[in-house]
């Protein structure tokens, strides 16, 4: 069973940049599309960037597109969340998570996805 640990939260600046890394255990990681989701205090889980298990397709949120990048290193067993111009709406929780599906589109539902990271809070002050 491969496990997700997430990393690189903070506190930062509105306009400001982290990058969150999410580390997975286990020789099976290039088996999961990975997908990004935040929950901000009294709000449900959201979706905000997935790709699939090759990294060739990715999708974004409306609200991170243009802002958010998502990668993945296989070799390294990473899934990356590069956030750029952060506002203080996207303070959250940020989880990664792993979707053992065989879609070769990487689902936005968080219900497809298999196993889940604890989260790193993210918070922008403005």
């Known amino acids: 069973q491969v496990q997700l640990v997430e990393s690189g939260g903070g506190l930062v600046q509105a306009g400001g940049s982290l990058r969150l890394s999410c580390s997975a255990s286990?020789?099976?990681?290039?088996?999961?599309?990975m997908g990004w989701f935040r929950q901000a205090p009294g709000k449900e889980r959201e979706f905000v960037a997935c790709i699939s298990r090759t990294g060739s397709r990715v999708v974004f949120a409306d609200s991170v597109k243009g802002r958010f990048t998502i990668s993945r290193d296989n070799a390294k067993n990473t899934v990356y969340l590069r956030m750029n111009s952060l506002k203080p709406e996207d303070t959250a929780v940020y989880h990664c998570?792993?979707?053992?599906?065989?879609?070769?589109?990487?689902?936005?539902?968080?219900?497809?996805?298999?196993?889940w990271g604890q989260g790193t809070q993210v918070t922008v002050s403005s």
């Open positions: 998570a792993g979707d053992l599906g065989r879609s070769a589109v990487p689902s936005t539902s968080p219900r497809s996805y298999d196993i």
């Open positions: 286990g020789r099976t990681f290039s088996n999961y599309a």
